[in-house]
Nanobody, 115 residues
Framework: QVQLVESGGGLVQAGGSLRLSCAASGSIFRLKAMGWYRQAPGKERELVASISIGLSTNYADSVKGRFTISRDNAKNTVYLQMNSLKPEDTAIYYC?????????WGQGTQVTVSS
């Protein structure tokens, strides 16, 4: 059974940076496009960044130029480098395959950006 465990969230001031990590158990990680999703209070969960098996990346317009997604298949880990953080980036961040599958949702990691 594949599990995805997110880490690296925290409290940061606007303009600061954080690096999120998502460790996957199981070899299926290497066969799937992966994504970072986020859910802010009162809002629907949204895909903010994705990376294919071939390392092609896509970003939501709201994070383009500030966030960078990467993956290390040897470590079964996907990362999200977040720079120039804004208060509107405050959310719980999750990783999942793309398109997501409900049984892969983990606990997520909280990111809070203060103004």
């Amino acid at each position: 059974q594949v599990q995805l465990v997110e880490s690296g969230g925290g409290l940061v001031q606007a303009g600061g940076s954080l690096r999120l990590s998502c460790a996957a158990s199981g070899s299926i990680f290497r066969l799937k496009a992966m994504g970072w999703y986020r859910q802010a209070p009162g809002k629907e969960r949204e895909l903010v960044a994705s990376i294919s098996i071939g390392l092609s990346t896509n970003y939501a317009d709201s994070v383009k130029g500030r966030f960078t997604i990467s993956r290390d298949n040897a470590k079964n880990t996907v990362y999200l480098q977040m720079n120039s953080l804004k208060p509107e980036d405050t959310a719980i961040y999750y990783c999942n395959v793309v398109p997501y599958q409900n049984h892969y949702w983990g606990q997520g990691t909280q990111v809070t950006v203060s103004s």
